[in-house]
């Protein structure tokens, strides 16, 4: 279809909204998030606004996609289209607070099963790991932070089943994604951070 | 007609500053506490 050249300006909106919703969703599955974007946006953008049901289906795959590109819908759009079993979870996700998310996930797991996304969503204890462990940085206030105040932030959530390998593991991700700028010093037990800009903004992070 | 990327009426509802900690949330201060009674320094 995306080769079609001419022809593809005669095809009905209506197909290229189902197109692109199908392609975003297939993308998000496959963790081409940009690819994933664009075309569920584009689905969204398209899709009249009296088809609430389909927009709410686009929405659907949209705000996880969204969320993982540093984008978090707001409590009025998931209101508007009846998707409040969203709200926790955002709320959990921006506070950095995994205890809570993996809780709101588990409360709302028949829905999130439903509609194909809840192993999409557990994903989001990687960025909701970020912005806790960018919180902790920020208490500490230093360039080098003890790796057992990561641990200590971490059993505060209610995560207990994590220990000292876990966590580096955990950190050395989120290095290789360029969501955290520094290094673990494995001997001193200590992750030494950039002194500027040590957790870039999700959003500006797009390489994944 | 299709909608361009420009004209969007509904660019309001992705909130991307979410991440700039402009006051202290109530986890955040829990957090805060918490590394105190860990012992470690706080800034």
């Known amino acids: 279809i995306d080769n079609c050249g001419p022809l593809y300006s005669k095809f009905l909106m209506a197909d290229k909204v189902a197109y692109n919703y199908f392609l975003g969703r297939k993308a998000l599955f496959d963790g081409e998030l940009s690819l994933a974007e664009k075309s569920l946006m584009y689905a969204f953008r398209n899709c009249p606004a009296e088809c609430m049901s ?4 686009i929405l659907i795959y949209l705000i996880p996609v969204k969320m993982f590109l540093g984008h ?13 079993e969203f709200q926790e979870v955002v709320a959990a996700v921006k506070d950095g607070d995994v205890g809570r998310v993996d809780a709101a996930l588990t409360k709302n797991e028949p829905f ?3 509609c194909g996304i809840f192993l999409v969503l557990e994903k989001l204890r990687t960025i909701t790991s970020r912005t806790l462990f960018k919180k902790v940085s920020q208490i500490i206030g230093t360039t080098q932070i003890p790796l057992e105040a990561f641990l200590t932030g971490l059993r505060l959530v209610g995560v207990t089943d994590v220990n000292m390998d876990e966590l580096e593991c955990i950190i050395a991700n989120l290095i290789a994604e360029k ?3 520094g290094y673990l010093a494995h001997q001193q037990q200590k992750l030494v951070i950039s002194k500027t800009n040590a957790f870039p903004t999700l959003s500006s992070v797009t390489s994944s | ?6 004209e969007d009426d509904d660019v309001n509802v992705w909130e991307d500053n979410w991440d700039d900690e402009t006051h202290e949330s109530e986890f955040s201060k829990q957090l805060k506490e ?4 860990g012992g470690h320094p706080i800034a």
């Open chain 1, 54 to 57: 389909n927009k709410k289906k």
């Open chain 1, 72 to 84: 978090m819908p707001t409590a009025s759009l998931l209101h508007e289209y009846r998707l409040d």
């Open chain 1, 112 to 114: 999130f099963i439903k």
């Open chain 1, 179 to 181: 969501k955290i700028k």
């Open chain 2, 1 to 6: 007609a299709e909608r361009a990327d420009g």
């Open chain 2, 34 to 37: 918490e590394l105190r009674k």
